[in-house]
Nanobody, 115 residues
Framework: VQFVESGGGLVQPGGSLRLSCAAS????????MSWYRQAPGKERELVAV????????TYADSVKGRFAITRDNAKNTVNLQMNSLKPEDTAVYYC?????????WGQGTQVTVSS
């Protein structure tokens, strides 16, 4: 299983970014996909989850109403649209899939929110 993440960068507070995670080596449409983030000095935390067919989504309270997770099973990609970004959203963002009890992670993409 491999992931290639993209879309991170530096953005001012109130701005937007769209993260993408392209998967290979997995029957993508069979699995729940998640985005996590890890800020400096903090533990990795769950940001958003999307069901295998894309019909169900859940979010951390800290990002509800600002972030949206979507997936395209035809392209084996999962996306995270991030709006109204805050400095506290600064972190490395990772996509993840769990298959038969094993977690597979992307390499991470840095998001920095700063003026």
């Amino acid at each position: 299983v491999q992931f290639v993440e993209s879309g991170g960068g530096l953005v001012q507070p109130g701005g937007s970014l769209r993260l993408s995670c392209a998967a290979s080596g997995v029957t993508f449409s069979s699995y729940v996909m998640s985005w996590y983030r890890q800020a400096p000095g903090k533990e990795r935390e769950l940001v958003a989850v999307v069901s295998s067919a894309g019909g169900s989504r859940t979010y951390a309270d800290s990002v509800k109403g600002r972030f949206a997770i979507t997936r395209d099973n035809a392209k084996n990609t999962v996306n995270l649209q991030m709006n109204s970004l805050k400095p506290e959203d600064t972190a490395v963002y990772y996509c993840k899939v769990s298959i038969l009890g094993t977690d597979y992670w992307g390499q991470g993409t840095q998001v920095t929110v700063s003026s």
